[in-house]
């Protein structure tokens, strides 16, 4: 089937190359301007100014370290560039020019929907702002969102794969509609305790239900990183801390199940780095940022566990069966 994607802004309704009676093909996304902000990286303590820009259809999401000799470094957010993924996710290209601390834009450039954008970062890391996605999410807003002349296209999983490390583990599954998670947790730290959930991930259910979830450790843990020269921008300004049955910000949690909601912001955010969105399964009990990198690995390994499909606005198929036959004429 043959759309006319040459008039973005008439895309809400049939136009003459679609047949009535059929859904329309989703168009990529990109930003509508460039936008800016500054803020610390939550492991180098570095000040750093991270600014979006919009990029042309099939560029995906790309990295740019303006801050080297030559500033064009560029690092494809995907898979092949991450070199580290034991406290967070670390990009890098072939020279070993790395960026590091990319899951929460990530994550906010999948609950936006943004499939190509250019990240400049002047700096080594990614700015933690408040240790959520939502900072990232209003200023994508504040941006706007551009719909591009070429079709999206999803990932969608067709075989389960399961990856056990421990008493941790990660599985995809196949689904209908988008992708879902759910994710299990279970600490030492009363505050913390056993904690479950489960989304499907669509833009609002992220907005308002995940992409404010902070990340968290342990007090004890961040006098140990520090002490490595590791978590030096850490603060409660930026993360949740906690020590037993204490949490130490003073404005307490944002939802009841933040810790877990977080390490589902922390999977999307992972799961992007496959280029597309997902139409599957995903589910963490216990598990990081390394045990997600090794199942993505296993899944993309295998080209029979998954197929690039198109993506279909199931709204404007069900609009159209809402209407009357004359009204399609």
């Not at 834009?105 to 609950?111: P, Q, R």
């Amino acid at each position: 089937m043959n759309v006319d994607f040459s008039n973005p802004e008439r895309h809400d309704t049939a136009s003459p190359s679609l047949s009535p009676l059929s859904p329309r093909l989703v168009p990529q996304k990109t930003l509508k301007t460039s936008i800016g902000c500054t803020g610390v990286g939550l492991h180098s303590g570095s000040r750093v100014a991270l600014k979006l820009h919009p990029a042309p259809a099939d560029t995906g999401i790309v990295f740019r370290r303006v801050d080297l000799v030559g500033g064009g470094a560029e690092i494809p957010a995907r898979w092949s560039s991450v070199t580290d993924s034991r406290l967070c996710t670390v990009l890098a290209d072939e020279h070993g020019v790395s960026v590091a601390t990319v899951e929460h834009l990530m994550a906010a450039f999948y609950g936006m929907g943004i499939d190509n954008a250019v990240v400049e970062v002047n700096g080594p890391e990614v700015p933690a702002m408040d240790g959520s996605a939502w900072p990232f999410m209003f200023l994508m807003e504040c941006a706007g969102v551009s719909e591009l002349q070429a079709p999206r296209r999803a990932l969608r999983i067709s075989k389960p794969k399961t990856f056990v490390n421990g008493a941790k583990r990660v599985s995809f599954v196949p689904s209908q509609g988008e992708l879902s998670v759910e994710f299990e947790i279970d600490f030492k730290a009363a505050a913390i305790g056993r904690q479950y959930c489960r989304y499907a991930i669509d833009g609002d259910t992220f907005k308002s239900e995940i992409s404010r979830a902070r990340t968290f450790g342990l007090l004890s843990e961040v006098t140990a990183l520090r002490e490595a020269g590791l978590a030096r921008g850490g603060s409660l300004e930026n993360a949740i801390v906690v020590d037993g049955e204490r949490i130490l910000n003073d404005e307490g949690l944002r939802h009841a199940n933040e810790f877990v909601r977080h390490k589902v912001l922390d999977a999307i955010g992972d799961l992007y780095l496959c280029g597309y969105p997902i139409i599957g399964h995903f589910s963490g009990v216990r598990s990081s940022h390394a045990d997600t990198a090794c199942l993505m690995r296993q899944i993309l390994a295998d080209p029979t566990g998954w197929e690039l499909v198109d993506l279909y606005d199931t709204d404007h198929a069900a609009w159209l069966a809402a209407q009357p036959l004359a009204a399609l004429a």
